[in-house]
């Protein structure tokens, strides 16, 4: 009997560390997303300025760089509370008086929720300035001989 309550401690913990791991892997893609959309802004902002000549006026609070620095930020505090809620189940199961805690769930969720409520008006608005006109070629200075 011994042995099969040391089997079912040893699952308990490594279904812990794979929970750990799922909130790694999380972790880091919200970290490579908001990497990616903070360098994509800059580069779909730059692109548009080269190919107008007018500077591409941004919010100064609603942009995809500040949504980016805010994914990483994100990710880098669950990598944290991941480690944390880890080590706290860790020794519950030690103990033998594990309790499940939604609480973590639910943030996680409504944060990840927001994030996405956010990118929508990045992803919808449309930035209505003016073109520019297409660049003429200037006459050559340089005289040829026919």
Same mark, same amino acid.
């Given at each position: 009997m %011994?042995?099969?309550?040391?089997?079912?401690?040893?699952?308990?913990h490594q279904a812990n560390e794979r929970t750990f791991l799922a909130w790694l892997r999380t972790s880091i893609a919200l970290i490579g997303?908001?990497?990616?959309?903070?360098?994509f802004g800059l580069f779909i902002r730059q692109l548009?300025?080269?190919?107008?000549?007018?500077? %591409?006026?941004?919010h100064p609070i609603f942009n995809s760089e500040n949504l980016g620095v805010s994914l990483v930020i994100f990710g880098i505090i669950a990598i944290a509370l991941a480690a944390w809620r880890y080590n706290? %189940?860790?020794?519950?199961?030690?103990?033998?008086?594990?309790?499940? #805690?939604?609480?973590?769930?639910?943030?996680?969720t409504?944060? %990840?929720?927001?994030?996405?409520?956010?990118?929508?008006?990045?992803?919808?608005?449309? #930035? #209505?300035?003016?073109t520019a006109a297409p660049i003429k070629p200037q006459k050559s200075k340089i005289n040829f001989p026919d």
């Open positions: %011994v042995k099969k309550a040391e089997v079912d401690r040893q699952r308990e997303f908001g990497f990616a959309i903070a360098r548009q300025a080269t190919v107008t000549q007018h500077p %591409v006026a941004t706290q %189940v860790f020794w519950q199961i030690e103990r033998g008086d594990y309790r499940p #805690n939604r609480l973590l769930v639910w943030i996680m409504g944060v %990840v929720i927001l994030f996405g409520l956010l990118s929508l008006p990045l992803l919808l608005w449309r #930035n #209505n300035t003016p």
